[in-house]
T-cell receptor
């Protein structure tokens, strides 16, 4: 099993540009989570999907952030326009539909907005 | 409201000694799951151990054990025989049984193992 795959691993962009982060969950997992990690705010849940449907997006900071999951094997997190305060590590995690429901994290995407 | 509290921002332990990382939680769900994850300096999040709210016995995984005290709503992680490679950030997390099984994380505890 390849694990959760995220791309790119590192992204450096200028303020105002659109950024798209990608995630491929583990095959057979039915839940997918997007987290943001910063020194100041720790690990924050942005949004999560069950069976490709967004269940809770209350953690999405503002309208500049959007996430999609068009199918069970792919999800994107988009920031448009990006701002320096969006600089963080963004993790994607997936989870199987069986007990104990532990999450498997991807390696993260380190985003730097200058 | 669901909440996870880790009150120790940083901990030091001597190599080969045991260490306890504290975690308290708050939930109104009768059924929930508690997890610990390790994040080394390389950045990946590694699942360590799980405890279900109805489990009668404390969970153990190798050198990791979870001291689950349901009445006190605590789920402390005990690492026995600490190794230098245990130096990392440790996160406690809780999965609720409602609302799509959302998982929330604590702020984390950074563990430093001294040689």
């Amino acid at each position: 099993d390849a694990g959760v795959i995220q791309s790119p691993r590192h992204e450096v962009t200028e303020m105002g540009q659109e950024v798209t982060l990608r995630c491929k969950p583990i095959s057979g997992h039915n839940s997918l989570f997007w987290y943001r990690q910063t020194m100041m705010r720790g690990l924050e849940l942005l949004i999560y999907f069950n069976n490709n449907v967004p269940i809770d997006d209350s953690g999405m900071p503002e309208d500049r952030f959007s996430a999609k999951m068009p199918n069970a094997s792919f999800s994107t997190l988009k920031i448009q326009p990006s701002e320096p305060r969006d600089s963080a590590v963004y993790f994607c995690a997936s989870r199987p539909a069986r007990d104990p429901y532990e999450q498997y994290f991807g390696p993260g995407t380190r985003l730097t907005v200058t | 409201a669901q909440k996870i509290t880790q009150t120790q921002p940083g901990m030091f332990v001597q190599e080969k000694e045991a260490v306890t990382l504290d975690c308290t939680y708050d939930t109104s769900d009768p059924s929930y799951g508690l997890f610990w994850y390790k994040q080394p300096s390389s950045g990946e999040m590694i699942f360590l151990i799980y405890q279900g709210s109805y489990d009668q016995q404390n969970a153990t995984e190798g050198r990791y054990s979870l001291n689950f005290q349901k009445a006190r709503k605590s789920a402390n992680l005990v690492i026995s025989a600490s190794q230098l490679g245990d130096s990392a950030m440790y996160f406690c997390a809780m999965r609720q049984s409602t609302g799509g099984f959302k998982t929330i994380f604590g702020a984390g505890t950074r563990l430093f193992v001294k040689a």
